[in-house]
């Protein structure tokens, strides 16, 4: 090893007739770091050659110079990657930066699986995901879904996506239902938004109707001073009723039984998402209640009865 000022040299290899070598040279800054070059290169090696000879003094066979970004980043890829890759490991996580974009790139490739059962049953035996990480995920999953649902009620979404929303964040609609069943035909005239099954193991159905556009809660006009329902809200309520009747005419039906995954039905209840109520008078809030308190098997929610219920269920 040969050491001059702002270099240093060591031989890599001696073989006969050519040299390897490798050098750092050092270029001092005043208004910053100084900076660290690699050159490594092979060389036709003279007679009677001495090892303090300069490697420019020979004609390069080949040559690589790294400047100070490149050399920095080969350091790093030898001190993350060479003693995995020796071990024969071929996809790895380095714990001291472990969230670098390409440690995602490969924890999605191990949930990308196609063997699902498989890999929950993995990570449930080997304690892979700790319980309190599981929870925090599912809540970072609820917190955006939230997000999402304000800015699609910002955005006067059409029903459809709105019916995807829920059927996909159904947590939403309260502990009183478990399961969104694949199934939404009551019959051949009558189709639900979305057929539950409630905690106790029956069959209720949920129908929304998109929070924009013409539908307003309350009517224009009052009654006596009274606020009373929409046209639209009316008939809402009397397609959502026609739909828990349908269901009851249903009950005994072996096919019907057999599309809703033999899911029991008796006494259908229904819920009903409708309108916007942010900007509600105390007078309406409290014909609100009044409302809803007068149906049996039919509850009737607002799209900020939702978010306000979605909001307190995850603490924001």
Known sequence: MKTVKNRLFRVLKNKARVVTRA????IPHDSREDEISLKVGRYTKPENWDESEEPETHKPRSELTLDHEEFIALIEFL?????PFKHGVKAFIPLDRPFDQSNADQ????FSLPRKKELVDFILKNEVIPEELAIGLE???RRKAIVDFQQM???DQVESNWQTWFQENSWVLGSEFVKVLDERHIDTHNISDFLMEAYDGFLDIVEIKRPEGQLRFWSASRDHGNPVPSQGLIKAITQASRYIYEVEREANSIKFLERVDNVRTVKPRGTLIFGRSGEWSSDEIEA???LNSSYHNLSIMTYD??????RQMVGM
């Open 23 to 26: 050098g750092f040279w050092k």
């Open 79 to 83: 001190q993350d990657n060479y003693e």
């Open 107 to 110: 924890i999605k490739a191990l």
């Open 139 to 141: 809540q970072a999953k």
């Open 153 to 155: 009620l910002g955005n």
């Open 288 to 290: 609100y209640r009044i």
């Open 305 to 310: 009865h939702v978010l306000q219920r979605a």
